[in-house]
């Protein structure tokens, strides 16, 4: 079984506060997706990365940037956290050799910004 | 530009009755149609998908359909139980895209 996992399920930080939203897969997944959702949007997008080190851009960048230092690891930073910024945020992974099949994905981490 | 619309948004059953969620999408080119149930609390996994070489799928309760001329998928969940009662997310690919759009959702609530 895939197993993706998100280092917290809720966090609650201050504006202007650094963010770090950790990821983690033990399937050696090349791709890692980083997601946003919010009600009535749907999931949106933010970045992805299909090897260590490498990052793409998604559908809302701005706020965030991300980190891949180990395969299995892909971290989402908020450099500044803002209020617009609370959200649920979902990490995901596909199977080996494709970005755009089944995603597998973490439990979520719930952040509010205050 | 790419897109993916789903309806409805909220859809409340009786314990026993069916339920239907509809997909539109953009790209004719599509060709990779996930369903994906989302409970509380919990991240969102795939309960069916469909590729655009068949029209229908089916999985004890849930089956999806797909009309590639009219450019639509719906999921169809039969004799709903409350466990059905979640958020489903549709997906679909795009030509040249690195991931896969999701509709909007549509929260299911089955009243027992």
């Known amino acids: 079984d895939v197993k993706v996992t998100q280092s917290s399920r809720y966090l609650v930080k201050r504006t202007g506060e650094k963010v770090f939203l950790e990821c983690v897969q033990d399937?050696?997944?090349?791709?890692m997706f980083w997601y946003r959702q919010d009600p009535g949007l749907g999931l949106r997008l933010i970045y992805f990365s299909y090897d260590v080190k490498m990052k793409e851009k998604g559908d809302i960048p701005e706020g965030y940037s991300v980190s891949r230092e180990k395969k299995e690891r892909f971290s989402l930073i908020l450099e500044s956290a803002s209020t617009n910024q609370t959200s649920m945020y979902l990490c995901?992974?596909?199977?080996?050799?494709?970005?755009?099949?089944?995603?597998?994905f973490g439990p979520g981490t719930r952040l509010t910004v205050l | 530009g790419e897109n993916v619309e789903q309806h409805p948004s909220t859809l409340s059953v009786q314990e026993g009755d069916s339920a239907v969620i509809k997909c539109t999408y953009s790209?004719?080119?599509?060709?990779?149609f996930p369903w994906y149930k989302q409970e509380l609390g919990k991240g969102p996994q795939l309960i069916i998908d469909?590729?655009?070489?068949?029209g229908e799928k089916k999985d004890q309760r849930i089956a999806v359909t797909l009309n590639k001329t009219a450019k639509h998928f719906s999921l169809h969940i039969t004799e709903t139980q409350p466990e059905d009662s979640a958020v489903y997310f549709c997906a679909a690919t795009f030509t040249g895209a690195n991931n896969l759009f999701f509709g909007t959702g549509t929260r299911l609530t089955v009243i027992p």
């Open positions: 399937m050696d997944h090349e791709n």
């Open positions: 469909i590729r655009s070489n068949v």
């Open positions: 995901a992974s596909p199977p080996p050799g494709t970005r755009t099949d089944t995603q597998y």
């Open positions: 790209d004719s080119a599509s060709n990779y």
